[in-house]
């Protein structure tokens, strides 16, 4: 393998670890149905905070994944 390679499968990895955590992090779709089932009492901020912690998640999720593709045809591409 070349240093380019290398440095690239480094960095690879970083981001595959990146987007497994943040997958991870993410609360599943399922959750606010059970909320809405169960009758949850959530206040309006509560609500919100989570909301924009998801959205914060879920942009996060969608540029890494561009990352994470981006690099696998870099190094497709190097191979």
Same mark, same amino acid.
Do not use: D, N
């Given at each position: 393998m070349t240093p380019v390679q290398i440095?690239?499968?480094?960095?690879?990895f970083v981001i595959a670890l990146a987007?497994?955590?943040?997958?991870?992090?993410?609360?599943? #779709?399922s959750a606010g149905l059970s909320g809405a089932i169960a009758g949850g009492a959530d206040t309006f901020l509560s609500k919100n #905070?989570? #909301?924009?912690?998801d959205a914060k998640l879920a #942009?996060?999720?969608k540029w890494v994944a561009i990352g994470f593709?981006?690099?696998?045809?870099?190094?497709?591409l190097l191979a």
């Open positions: 440095v690239f499968s480094i960095i690879y987007l497994i955590a943040i997958v991870m992090l993410q609360s599943g #779709k #905070k989570a #909301k924009s912690a #942009k996060a999720t593709m981006v690099l696998t045809v870099i190094i497709g």
